[in-house]
């Protein structure tokens, strides 16, 4: 069965890095589009950034473009999520989603049938 596990959160002071990762395995082919998502204290999850891994072509949130890049490596079935200049409002558990039929809505979490269990990121 599909297995998502992602991996790299931690706590970080305002303005530092994180590099988070997701390992993929049980699937079957590829996958279509992969995704990030976070959900913070008592807000509804929203998608962070995400990627058509055919084409490599990405897609971000406003508010997470230019500090934020996602990256692939099929290689070892692994999706990255650089996180630059980080503020404390993008503390979050974050997620890693998968699917094999995507859309247009990218950053919409009802475009992905396959999750990981999240890695918490904390910015003070």
């Known amino acids: 069965h599909v297995q998502l596990v992602e991996s790299g959160g931690g706590s970080v002071q305002a303005g530092g890095s994180l590099r988070l990762s997701c390992a993929a395995s049980g699937y079957t082919g590829s996958f279509y589009c992969m995704g990030w998502f976070r959900q913070a204290p008592g807000k509804e999850r929203e998608g962070v950034a995400a990627?058509?891994?055919?084409?490599?072509?990405?897609v971000y949130a406003a508010s997470m473009e230019g500090r934020f890049t996602i990256s692939q490596d099929n290689a070892k079935s692994t999706l990255y999520l650089q996180m630059n200049s980080l503020k404390p409002e993008d503390t979050a558990m974050y997620y890693c989603?998968?699917?094999?039929?995507?859309?247009?809505?990218?950053?919409?979490?009802?475009?992905?049938?396959?999750w990981g269990q999240g890695t918490q990121v904390t910015v003070s």
């Open positions: 990627i058509y891994t055919g084409t490599g072509s990405t």
């Open positions: 989603a998968a699917d094999y039929r995507c859309g247009d809505y990218l950053l919409n979490q009802d475009t992905f049938g396959y």
